[in-house]
């Protein structure tokens, strides 16, 4: 059974950066599209970025570009999401997820993907 591990999370005054780590176990990562989501209190979950299947191209959601990096270290099989100039809208829980499929589409990243993390919380407040 996949199992994905977020880690990283925390409290950032804006302006911080964090990084965060989504380890796979039991699925190779390298070739695979994974994605990186959040979901606000109150909020729908929205999509952040995702590598694709294949030839390994990043997209990003609007609301992140220029701001947010995801990478991948297929000997770790682990990816990560390095998250620059926060803000206090960037609080939510992030989760890993992979196993499907992803695209972005008018800056918003859609996914289908069947495995999930648990989450791990970022809060971004001063």
């Known amino acids: 059974q996949v199992q994905l591990v977020e880690s990283g999370g925390g409290l950032v005054q804006p302006g911080g950066s964090l990084r965060l780590s989504c380890a796979a176990s039991a699925f190779t990562l390298n070739g695979a599209a994974i994605g990186w989501f959040r979901q606000a209190p109150g909020k729908e979950r929205e999509g952040v970025s995702c590598?694709?299947?294949?030839?390994?191209?990043?997209y990003y959601a609007a609301s992140v570009k220029g701001r947010f990096t995801m990478s991948r270290d297929n000997a770790r099989n682990t990816v990560y999401l390095q998250m620059d100039s926060l803000k206090p809208d960037d609080t939510a829980v992030y989760y890993c997820a992979t196993e499907g499929g992803c695209t972005v589409v008018a800056g918003t990243v859609l996914a289908d993907f069947g495995s999930w993390g648990q989450g791990t919380q970022v809060t971004v407040s001063s």
């Open positions: 590598i694709v299947a294949g030839d390994g191209g990043t």
